[in-house]
C-alpha cells in the first residue's frame, strides 16, 4: 500500500500501473543483452505473484507493446512507436550540436534547432549568439509555425492535406504587418522554400528580426526539424546569402548525421544559389512597413 508524504494512505496512486511499468522496465534493461525474456525468467525475479505477471504479460501482448515468440516475450512495434519520436528527438539534438556550434562560430547570430509539436514550432536546442545585441530563445520556447521560418521550412515538406490541417486549426493571424495571413500566398510561400530548401522570416514574427531555416530530414526523407539562424534585420540583411548558403549545408550534414540518407548533394556553388535565392528581392522585402496582408 503507497502513503503520502503524512503517512496517509495515497488513494490516486493505482498500484497496478507501477506493477506494468516495472515489467516493462525489465525489457528495456535486458534489452541491451538479449532480445526475448521468458515468462518463468520474469517470474523468479519480480515481486509479483505468477498470475500478476501471467495477466501483465497477456494484457501487453494483446495491446500490442509486447510480442511473444515461443514461450518467450520480447518488446512489440506499438512499443517502439510510442517512444520513437522521443529518441528521434534526443539523437537529433545530440548530433546537431557541434553542427550549430559551427554555424555560431561563422556568424555570430543564435542558431537554433526546432520541430512542429502541436501545431506551434517548439524548440529543442538554442544556441545564443554571444552579441550584446541579440535574439535570444530557450529549449521549449515555442512560436507560431506560419510566421517563422522553422515552421514554413518544416511545413514545406509535410503533405498537402497535413499542411491545411494545421493551418485549418491554427489560423494566419497577424503577428506583424509583414505576417503572411491568406493561405494561397502561404502556400506559394511554402512552394518557393521547396525549391529554395531554405525559408526565411523577414519580419513576420517580430518586428527588425529576420531568420533564415533549412530542413533536416530523417532516413525515409521525411522532415522532422529545421535549423534556423537568427537576428536583428541590420546585422542579417547584409550576410543573407552566406547564411543559407552554409545552412543548407548544415542541415544536410544533421540529415546524415542520423543515419543513411539518400537525398542528393547540395552541389550549387554560392553563385548559382545567389540566383536561386534572388537576394535583391528578399532584401527588398526589409524595407520597413512593407504590408503582407
Same mark, same amino acid.
Given at each position: 500500500m503507497r502513503t503520502n508524504g503524512g503517512g496517509q494512505v495515497d488513494k490516486d496512486y493505482i498500484e497496478v500501473t507501477a506493477k506494468i511499468f516495472c515489467v516493462l522496465e525489465y525489457f528495456v534493461q535486458e534489452g541491451d543483452h538479449r532480445y526475448t525474456i521468458s515468462f518463468q525468467e520474469l517470474s523468479k525475479v519480480l515481486p509479483y505473484a505468477n498470475t500478476t505477471v501471467h495477466r501483465i504479460l497477456y494484457s501487453l501482448e494483446k495491446l500490442g507493446y509486447l510480442e511473444r515468440e515461443s514461450r518467450a516475450y520480447h518488446l512489440g512495434t506499438?512499443?517502439? +512507436?510510442l517512444i520513437g519520436p522521443a529518441v528521434q528527438l534526443r539523437g537529433l539534438q545530440? $548530433? +546537431?550540436k557541434e553542427v550549430m556550434l559551427d554555424l555560431l562560430m561563422g556568424h555570430s547570430e543564435t542558431v537554433n534547432l526546432g520541430f512542429i509539436d502541436c501545431g506551434e514550432v517548439a524548440y529543442l536546442e538554442v544556441v545564443q549568439s554571444p552579441r550584446v545585441? /541579440?535574439?535570444? +530563445?530557450?529549449p521549449n520556447d515555442r512560436n507560431p509555425i506560419h510566421s517563422t521560418s522553422l515552421g514554413k521550412v518544416i511545413l514545406a515538406y509535410l503533405p498537402e492535406a497535413e499542411v491545411k490541417a494545421l493551418l485549418k486549426a491554427h489560423p494566419l493571424t497577424k503577428i506583424t504587418s509583414k505576417t503572411i495571413t /491568406? *493561405? #494561397?500566398q502561404f502556400l506559394e510561400e511554402l512552394a518557393l522554400v521547396r525549391k529554395q530548401r531554405i525559408a526565411f522570416d523577414l519580419? !513576420? #514574427?517580430? =518586428? =527588425? $528580426?529576420?531568420?533564415i531555416a533549412s530542413p533536416v530530414f530523417d532516413h525515409h526523407i521525411r522532415v522532422i526539424a529545421g535549423l534556423s539562424i537568427v537576428g536583428p534585420s541590420v546585422r542579417m540583411a547584409s550576410k543573407l546569402l552566406d547564411i543559407g548558403y552554409d545552412l543548407r549545408r548544415a542541415s544536410l550534414k544533421v540529415s546524415r548525421l542520423l543515419g543513411p540518407f539518400p537525398g542528393r548533394p547540395v552541389g550549387a556553388? &554560392?553563385? *548559382?544559389? !545567389? &540566383?536561386l535565392l534572388d537576394p535583391q528581392r528578399i532584401v527588398g522585402s526589409l524595407v520597413p512597413n512593407r504590408s503582407h496582408e
Open positions: 506499438k512499443f517502439h +512507436a545530440k $548530433v +546537431a545585441l /541579440r535574439v535570444s +530563445a530557450s /491568406r *493561405q #494561397n519580419g !513576420e #514574427n517580430v =518586428d =527588425d $528580426v529576420v531568420s556553388t &554560392k553563385v *548559382q544559389f !545567389e &540566383k
